[in-house]
């Protein structure tokens, strides 16, 4: 992405170089085209990088150079780029919860343990699918937060199949009790390494998707782990 911002104080080709140099040491910038006579910076970016971060990157708020916006709005740009990032892991979402609604239409009543049972089964079947696409760089990236995978690295290859397993066990309501339990317990163990990534701020890429998608970790994948963990729960309390 390309935006172009205003920016003040520069009175000299050494000013246009100070403000370019600045903003190359951003890692997400990858090219800075900078004019004095439009006192405009125009920066290509792999990432959306709030105006904040840029002002830092030339100096602070007591800098000579003071960057503004200009061709683009800051709010609707981060809306835009989040759906960006997001937009395979929404559609997903979409997609099975459609299809298992539609599921529910065809039955004489709704089923709410159906209904969650069936979702849960397009949940892990569509997401092992992802990491069985190329295993060795899902279970590289789970690594890299898991707190399970940190220590035992082979647990990222045990838990696509595991996955894999858990979506064909819900799908034929295969031992529930069972199925339910093991949810429960690996899916909050996997929020753990999550939570710990996005406390601390971590830009690492989520591995739920495995490596084909390069999806930031932040709240969406707690809300997507959290999620399983919910359901399996209520399901357990239900059948217990």
């Known amino acids: 992405m390309t935006h172009t911002y205003q920016v003040a104080g520069m009175t000299c080709s050494g000013c246009e170089a100070s403000v370019k140099n600045g903003l190359l040491m951003l890692p997400e910038i990858t090219s800075v085209v900078v004019s004095r006579e439009s006192n405009s910076a125009t920066i290509t970016m792999d990432n959306h990088i709030p105006l904040s971060e840029l002002q830092k990157a030339i100096g602070g708020t007591e800098s000579k150079y003071q960057i503004s916006i200009t061709k683009h709005d800051e709010e609707s740009e981060q809306i835009k780029n989040w759906f960006e990032n997001y937009k395979p892991i929404i559609l997903i979402f979409v997609y099975i919860t459609l299809a298992t609604f539609i599921v529910q239409l065809t039955q ?9 049972r069936h979702f849960m089964a397009g949940f892990f079947l569509v997401f092992s699918f992802f990491k069985l696409l190329n295993l060795s760089g899902f279970a590289e990236s789970y690594a890299m937060y898991d707190v399970i995978a940190k220590r035992f690295k082979a647990w990222g290859f045990i838990y696509a199949f595991t996955e894999l397993g858990l979506g064909l066990a819900y799908l034929s309501n295969f031992q529930p009790i069972l199925t339910n339990t093991v949810t429960f317990i690996i899916m909050s163990l996997s929020i753990i390494g999550v939570l710990q990534s996005v406390l601390n701020k971590q830009k690492i890429q989520c591995a739920c998707l495995g490596a084909i998608f390069n999806l930031p970790m932040s709240t969406i994948t707690i ?5 399983m963990i919910i359901m399996s729960g209520i399901m357990l309390l239900i059948m217990i």
């Open 108 to 116: 004489y009543h709704f089923d709410f343990m159906m209904w969650m």
């Open 223 to 227: 809300t997507e782990d959290a999620l």
